[in-house]
């Protein structure tokens, strides 16, 4: 379940505790707290799935019916412990509270492994060393003062102790505020520049910050010289080819950019490795039976398969999804598309949509010129029919009339002076008759 708080265009409507491992996400990176604490973005990836999955022995919540009051004797534990301070404006869940000879302890778990110092010794991340330090500030509030803690690190499969102090206390009080003050600001921060942690984060293809640089730098150069034409400024010459120009001066940045160490592999969008469920028999039936998806026609199965493993299901024609289907389809995001027998789109079943305020007003703003609007049409369109031409050619023998044909369309697309031009049914290639159009 989403922990994002209520938002409006401008920022965060209010200020709602802060979640501890919102706070964590921030000092990581304040970009990847934003995208997930106002944005109401995530994106899940191997990484975050088998971090959920270490999590799996200290699931089973404690609770504290008279915290002002408690005592916890040595070798006693309380697990999943949520907490919530109202004068620190923060909420949390700790994973083990454990009762020592001297006081208590917090354990956190962590799925990958502990920074080296300078001598070789393990000891815990900064990210990881401050979230231990905002459960002990949690405890504190409802009467338990713990005197140490530890991250167990699943990768080395040990323990790496962190030392509370008030300095790291004073730390976590102060990056509160810091995230909350950039929550209310409504202004998403900067990428990372040139940094390892982008490489392991599952946000990378939210984020992309080697063409958000690209990005920032090229409208900063229009913003102090209104005489540069930079495509999508409000100050876009009307040459089209200039738009497109930057369009892929800005890919070319972002595959240059990448090369360059510590990001000498760019990470891959996740979600690849899921199936997509395609059913266009007749009659058939979708639904669902425990973890599984079940295909069948006239009672009978046809296929099963994990729920976990799909990411999309395809419905043509005459094709029914059960209610309990659908509920498990909204709950793990898997979209439901409906085609007519012969393919043709006819609508689609998705449950609730991300947020992503600041990006879809960015879009907006984009779309509202006409320079914009017309270039992403034209490429749109002239990357279909290529790509239409394309899959002919590997997989058909087709006659070279034919060819000539779809690439006098394709290029026609691409230097389409207004949107009329730019409709596929009547962009026609130079030198070309309407017999020949409507042949094709």
Same mark, same amino acid.
């Given at each position: 379940m989403s922990d994002a708080p209520v938002q409006t265009q401008g920022g965060l409507e209010s200020q709602p505790p802060l979640p501890v491992r919102r706070l964590h996400n921030f000092i990581y990176c304040p970009r990847l707290f934003y995208f997930q604490w106002v944005e109401n973005i995530f994106q899940e990836d191997a990484d975050t799935v088998a971090g959920s999955h270490v999590h799996r022995n200290v699931d089973a919540p404690s609770r504290l019916d008279d915290p002002k009051e408690l005592g916890l004797p040595e070798g006693a534990k309380l697990r999943s412990l949520r907490l919530e301070s109202e004068s620190l404006g923060l909420i949390g869940v700790v994973d083990i509270v454990e009762g020592g000879l001297d006081g208590a302890e917090i354990i956190d778990y962590k799925r990958g492994s502990a920074r080296r110092d300078s001598e070789g010794e393990r000891v815990a991340k900064e990210p990881d060393a401050m979230q231990v330090a905002a459960h002990a500030l949690l405890l504190r509030e409802h009467g338990l003062n713990a005197v140490s803690g530890a991250i167990y690190y699943a990768a080395d499969k040990r323990r790496v102790p962190v030392e509370l102090t008030e300095e790291l206390f004073a730390k976590v009080r102060t990056s509160i505020e810091d995230a909350k003050r950039i929550a209310r600001s409504g202004t998403c921060p900067p990428p990372l520049k040139n940094d390892a942690r982008c490489l392991y984060c599952s946000a990378y293809p939210i984020c992309l910050p080697n063409e958000s640089h690209w990005w920032a730098k090229a409208k900063k150069a229009v913003a102090t010289d209104k005489q540069l034409h930079f495509g999508f400024s409000p100050f876009a010459a009307s040459n089209e080819d200039a738009v497109r120009d930057r369009i892929l001066e800005a890919l070319d940045f972002a595959a240059e950019s990448g090369k360059g160490a510590p990001t000498l592999e760019p990470p891959r969008p996740g979600g690849d490795d899921s199936e997509v469920l395609v059913v266009q028999t007749p009659g058939a039936q979708i639904g669902q039976r425990g973890e599984q998806l079940i295909v069948?026609?006239? &009672?009978?199965?046809?296929?099963? =398969?994990?729920? !976990?493993? %799909?990411? #999309? =299901?395809?419905?043509? &024609? #005459?094709?029914? =999804? *059960? @209610? !309990? @289907? %659908?509920? *498990?389809?909204?709950d793990l995001g898997i979209d439901v598309s409906y085609f007519s027998p012969a393919g043709r789109f006819l609508g689609l079943l998705r449950g609730l949509p991300a947020s992503g305020v600041d990006a879809r007003r960015g879009q907006y703003r984009l779309f509202e010129l006409p320079g914009v609007r017309l270039q992403l049409a034209k490429e749109s369109i002239r990357a279909k029919i290529h790509n239409q031409r394309v899959m002919l050619m590997r997989n058909g023998e087709v006659p070279d009339r034919v060819l000539k044909l779809m690439a006098g369309f394709r290029d026609a697309a691409a230097s389409a002076r207004d949107l009329t031009e730019c409709s596929a049914s009547k962009a026609a290639p130079p030198h070309s008759t309407s017999s020949n159009s409507n042949r094709c």
């Open positions: 069948s026609v006239k &009672g009978e199965d046809m296929r099963k =398969i994990p729920s !976990q493993q %799909v990411r #999309a =299901i395809f419905c043509y &024609g #005459a094709v029914q =999804i *059960t @209610a !309990q @289907a %659908v509920e *498990t389809c909204l």
